[in-house]
């Protein structure tokens, strides 16, 4: 009788083992703000995926995507959620996080030209430079804009947005020196 009680805890342990194992992997694949094409309308969509529900449903091995935001809701939630096709094939590709990212590689800064490393979006994210030369924080560019915002607009160091943003907030405590001829050479 202990031999079986024995099996039958060492079965339920593998089992919650596998199944969470499942569950945290499925968790971390499906997390974060997505980018897809709308199937409906053919434009741009910013989703999110219901990781935490998938996660509870992947421990049991039936695992079911359902998007838990999308821009164009309220107006279209009843959709048929046919862009998650999307994210199952390639979710890290779709990823907003993924994409900035990829977009920032290879770059420098519009102002001081410094060259863009790893990103650290917990200490001192970069931002963006559109055409006017107001520079943006991430957080102000909604989504479903994203493709648009990345084809107009430069990228910008912390150290540079946080400069600009000040002298664009308080002129009257800016004190201009004649910028050499370098200086925002890519905004020319």
Known sequence: MEFILLIVAVAACVFLFVGLRRALRTYANFRGER????PENHKPAAVRVAAGLAAAEATFGNEQLRLSACSRWPEKKGCGQ??????????????????VNNWYQGKSCAYCHKPFGAIHWHNHPPALV??????VQWNEVPLDRLQEVLTDHWPVCWDCHIAESFRREHPELVVDRPASPSRLNILH
């Open 130 to 135: 559109d055409k006017e030369r107001k520079t």
């Open 82 to 99: 046919e862009c998650l096709a999307q994210i199952e094939k390639s979710p890290e590709t779709c990823l907003v996080s993924t994409i």
């Open 35 to 38: 980018l897809i094409t709308c």
